[in-house]
């Protein structure tokens, strides 16, 4: 684990676990992060780690999305439609 609290593994989102999840304060979509293991609410800008695989889905955990953050396109996730 990094100093920062962060595991150095990247995880990955099931895209149907994605298509499940919604922002707990907006209820809007997320956003896979990959860079940064996390799920990104663009309408709340805030983004929710994902430690061990898990989704954590607390307000008072997430981080809050600089305007830098906001520029940059969302990830796209690949697979099947």
Do not use: F
């Not at 099931?14 to 919604?22: F, G």
């Not at 600089?66 to 796209?76: F, G, K, N, V, W």
Request: proline share 14%.
């Amino acid at each position: 684990m990094s100093a920062d609290g962060r595991d150095s593994r990247k995880a990955t989102v099931d895209p149907k676990l994605l298509e499940l999840l919604a922002c707990p304060l907006t209820k809007g979509p997320l956003t896979w992060d990959p860079e940064r293991n996390e799920l990104v609410s663009r309408v709340a800008k805030l983004a929710y780690p994902v430690r061990d695989g898990i989704p954590i889905m607390l307000p008072s955990e997430a981080r809050t999305i600089s305007a830098e953050d906001m520029l940059t396109p969302p990830p796209r996730l690949s697979g099947p439609s």
